[in-house]
Nanobody, 116 residues
């Protein structure tokens, strides 16, 4: 059983920063990639950032230059999302995803609210 636990969400003013963390545990072999997605009320879940096992990163255009995805050097099953210069439109539930051997796993989500 694979579990992902996100943390670090909260309420922040526009222009502020937050760092999200995601720790994956369980029977995990041959990770392909980890990612952060987000879903705002009434909208679909969209990709925010991804990082492969080779640390190749990819970002949504709306967050480029403001968000940084990274993996823990000591524990490759842990991924972070550093979010700077936050905007009200970044408000959403953020989900951590793990992609292994053709399957995907998701955390329960963490709420990020950016006030104007």
């Amino acid at each position: 059983q694979v579990q992902l636990v996100e943390s670090g969400g909260g309420l922040v003013q526009a222009g502020g920063s937050l760092r999200l963390s995601c720790a994956a545990s369980g029977r995990i072999f041959s990770i392909n990639a980890m990612a952060w997605y987000r879903q705002a009320p009434g909208k679909q879940r969209d990709m925010v950032a991804t990082i492969t096992i080779g640390t190749i990163t990819n970002y949504a255009e709306s967050v480029k230059g403001r968000f940084t995805i990274s993996r823990d050097n000591a524990n490759q099953n842990t991924v972070y999302l550093q979010m700077n210069s936050l905007k009200p439109e970044d408000t959403a539930v953020y989900y951590c995803g793990l992609f292994v051997g053709g399957r995907d796993y998701w955390g329960q989500g963490t709420q990020v609210t950016v006030s104007s």
